[in-house]
Nanobody
Framework: QVQLVESGGGLVQPGGSLTLSCQAS????????MRWYRQSPGKERELIAA???????HYADSVKGRFTMSRDSDKNVVFLQMNRLKPEDTAVYYC???????????????WGQGTQVTVSS
């Protein structure tokens, strides 16, 4: 019913920048919140940024001041601008959304497939 597709991952040197995108498509009636998570090998999935519709972005301490989440509501796409990247930012980055598909407004959780970000010299 709803698909989330991330893009923009890749290999970057420490101190560099990348911008991830997440495009939502399908039977979207309303998007309540969009989030970015990441998961490194052997670690739990970590919530790093979130935007509630009509609100501002919130960040985990590990990325605050370096990452910026934004949203284009007209196009149902969210972005994660990542600056001053560190090797410890290496992870698979996932897009997540709480999205309603009909007028009843009941939101369900949707996930993208993830995109790999590797920070290495």
């Amino acid at each position: 019913q709803v698909q989330l597709v991330e893009s923009g991952g890749g290999l970057v040197q420490p101190g560099g920048s990348l911008t991830l995108s997440c495009q939502a498509s399908g039977s979207i009636f309303s998007i309540y919140v969009m989030r970015w998570y990441r998961q490194s090998p052997g670690k739990e999935r970590e919530l790093i940024a979130a935007i509630v519709t009509g609100g501002t972005a919130h960040y985990a301490d590990s990325v605050k001041g370096r990452f910026t989440m934004s949203r284009d509501s007209d196009k149902n796409v969210v972005f994660l601008q990542m600056n001053r990247l560190k090797p410890e930012d290496t992870a698979v980055y996932y897009c997540n959304g709480a999205i309603a598909t009909n007028v009843l407004g009941i939101g369900s959780d949707y996930w993208g497939q993830g995109t790999q970000v590797t920070v290495s010299s």
